[in-house]
C-alpha cells in the first residue's frame, strides 16, 4: 500500500519565535530514500504540500493515471465561461487536437508530435487551434494532472502575417460612395469612418450615448450575432472624439422615428448588417468606381489610417479605438511615424514623478504629450482637420470641466 507521508512540529522556530511545520515520506516501500521539507508556517499548509508531493509522486509511478484529451476538453468547456460563441468557437478550434490526439493520456502526449500535427493545420487558424490546445492543457497543469505542458515544450506558434488593409484613399472617395448610397446610408458611412468604431459598436449605438457639445461619443455595448454585449467591466466603457465630419453626418440622418438607435434599421430595430452588404454596400462601390471593393469593416482601418497619417501617435489612437497598443502597432504601425516615441511613452505612463515635491499623474503626462504632438503637426487628419480635438478632448478626460472649458474656448 502507498504511504502517506507524515505532517510533523519542528523543534526550531522562525526568527520571530514563530512555530514551523514540516512533512516527510519515502519514496517507496520501508528502508527506501526518505524526503523531508519543512519551514512551513501551520500544520494546514504542511498538509498541503506534501497532499500535492504525494500526487506528483504517484504521477511518476503511474499509480494515477490522466485523462485522455477528449476528457479533458469536454471538462475545460463544460467550465469555460464565455460568451456562448466563444465556447463554440473553441470547441471548433480544438476538434481539430481531438480528432488526433483524443484517445491519448494528456500525460503521454509528447512534444514532437504536437509539433507534427501543429503543421497539418491549414495556416488561416493554425495560431489559434494551436493557442486553444495550450490553453486546455495549461489548465491540466495548474489542476495538476500534469507538470509541464507539452504543447509549449520547444514549439514554435507564430501568429499569422498581417494581411495588407484595405483603407479608403480619401474623403473624396468616400463622399463620393455615401452619395451613392443615398440619405439613409450614406451619413452612416462617413460617420463610421470619423469615429473608428467596430460595425457592431455603431449598430448598437444610441442617442443618449452621443455628447454633442462635449464633441464626445461614449462606446458602452456591442451588437454581435442577433444580441446585445456589455463589457465585463465600467473601465471598458471608452470615449471617442467626434471630429467635425462625424457630427455633420449626424446631422444628415433623416429623422428615425421613436427608436433610441443612431442607426437603425428600417422597422427600428438594430441594424442588419448581412443584408446592408448585399443589397446596398457592394452596388454603391462598384457604382462610384471604387476598387478593389473594401469591406465595411476597412471604415475602421480608414479611421486608424487617416489619424496615424496625420500624426496622432499610436500611444493616443490606442484608447480611442479599444484595443491594445500592441495590435495597433501590429496592424498600423508601418504608418506611424512615432513608433519609437510611442514605445517610450509605454513605459513611462506608469511613473510617477516629483515635480516641486508633489507627484504627477502619469494621465496629465499623456494629455500634454498629446498637446504638443498636436501644435508641432498641424496636418488635416485624412485632408479633414487638424488633430487639435483629440488634445482637447484628452484634456476634457483628464481634466474635468477645466478641460471642457478649454476644448470650447479653444
Known amino acids: ?9 519542528l523543534r526550531t522556530r522562525g526568527s520571530n519565535e514563530s512555530q514551523r511545520w514540516a512533512y516527510r515520506y519515502r519514496v517507496g516501500g520501508r528502508g527506501s530514500k526518505r524526503v523531508q521539507r519543512g519551514g512551513f508556517k501551520s500544520e494546514q499548509a504542511a498538509i498541503e504540500a506534501l497532499e500535492r508531493a504525494l500526487e506528483r509522486l504517484q504521477r511518476e509511478r503511474g499509480l494515477v493515471e490522466a485523462p485522455p484529451l477528449r476528457e479533458l476538453v469536454d471538462v475545460y468547456l463544460a467550465q ?4 456562448p460563441e466563444t465556447v463554440e468557437k473553441l470547441r471548433w478550434l480544438l476538434g481539430k487536437a481531438v480528432g488526433t490526439f483524443g484517445h491519448r493520456r494528456i500525460s ?35 489542476w495538476g494532472l500534469i507538470d509541464v505542458n507539452p504543447a509549449k515544450q520547444g514549439i514554435d506558434n507564430p501568429q499569422r502575417r498581417r494581411t495588407e488593409k484595405w483603407p479608403f484613399e480619401s474623403w473624396d472617395e468616400l463622399e463620393a460612395l455615401a452619395t451613392e448610397l443615398g440619405p439613409r446610408y450614406g451619413p452612416l458611412v462617413l460617420f463610421a469612418a470619423a469615429t473608428g468604431l467596430r460595425p457592431g459598436e455603431w449598430i448598437a449605438l444610441e442617442h443618449r450615448d452621443i455628447d454633442r457639445e462635449a464633441g464626445v461619443l461614449y462606446v458602452r455595448r456591442a451588437y454581435r450575432n442577433g444580441r446585445i454585449k456589455w463589457p465585463k467591466t465600467e473601465a471598458s466603457v471608452r470615449a471617442v ?18 427608436s433610441p438607435l443612431v442607426f437603425p434599421s428600417p422597422n427600428g430595430g438594430h441594424f442588419d448588417l448581412h443584408n446592408f452588404r448585399n443589397r446596398y454596400w457592394k452596388p454603391a462601390q462598384l457604382a462610384a468606381g471604387i476598387t478593389p471593393l473594401r469591406r465595411v469593416y476597412d471604415l475602421r482601418h480608414t479611421f486608424a489610417t ?3 497619417r496625420a500624426g496622432i501617435s499610436t500611444f493616443d489612437l490606442s484608447p480611442y479605438m479599444g484595443t491594445s497598443l500592441g495590435m495597433i502597432d501590429r496592424h498600423y504601425g508601418h504608418l506611424a511615424r512615432d513608433g519609437r516615441q510611442a514605445a517610450g511613452h509605454v513605459h513611462r505612463r506608469r511613473v510617477r514623478r516629483p515635480r516641486g515635491g508633489r507627484s504627477v499623474d502619469a494621465e496629465r503626462a499623456q494629455g500634454e504629450r498629446h498637446c504638443g504632438l498636436s501644435r508641432r503637426n498641424r496636418e488635416p487628419l485624412g485632408g479633414l482637420e487638424p488633430p487639435t480635438p483629440l ?20
Open 1 to 9: 500500500m502507498f504511504q502517506q507521508g507524515q505532517v510533523f512540529r
Open 80 to 83: 469555460h465561461d464565455g460568451e
Open 108 to 142: 503521454h502526449l509528447r512534444p514532437a508530435e504536437i509539433a507534427a500535427w501543429r503543421m497539418t493545420i491549414p495556416a488561416g487558424h493554425r495560431f489559434e487551434a494551436t493557442q486553444a490546445l495550450r490553453q486546455v492543457l495549461a489548465r491540466a497543469v495548474s
Open 241 to 258: 472624439p467626434l471630429q467635425t465630419i462625424a457630427l455633420a453626418a449626424l446631422e444628415r440622418l433623416p429623422a428615425n422615428g421613436r
Open 306 to 308: 487617416f489619424a496615424l
Open 391 to 410: 488634445c482637447s478632448l484628452a484634456s476634457s478626460l483628464i481634466g474635468g470641466n477645466d478641460g471642457v472649458a478649454a476644448r470650447q474656448g479653444h
